[in-house]
């Protein structure tokens, strides 16, 4: 199995993952919540869906704040911006 038969490629799984992260983030369960909306995230990117791309990569930014990496939320803010093309 690929790791891009594992995503999510339907609306269902990708709402799974989002629900995931967001009760992960809520219960300060940061490292969780990441893995979550970077699965959201590609499965945006591979949609090719600009708003949902800069929407999770928001909530990632989100996220790498909570943990105290700057850098790291710096570049997912950029993403949301335009700026740059980012998953890593």
Not at 71 to 87: D, M, N, Q, W
């Amino acid at each position: 199995m690929s790791a891009a038969s594992i995503l999510p490629s339907d609306i269902v799984s990708l709402r799974m993952s989002h629900c995931r992260a967001e009760h992960a983030a809520r219960e300060a369960q940061y490292h969780l919540a990441v893995l979550h909306y970077r699965t959201c995230l590609e499965a945006a990117e591979r949609r090719e869906d600009c708003r949902a791309v800069e929407f999770f990569a928001l909530k990632l930014a989100g996220c790498y704040d909570q943990m105290g990496l700057n850098a790291k939320a710096a570049s997912f803010r950029a993403l949301a911006g335009g700026e740059s093309p980012l998953l890593g």
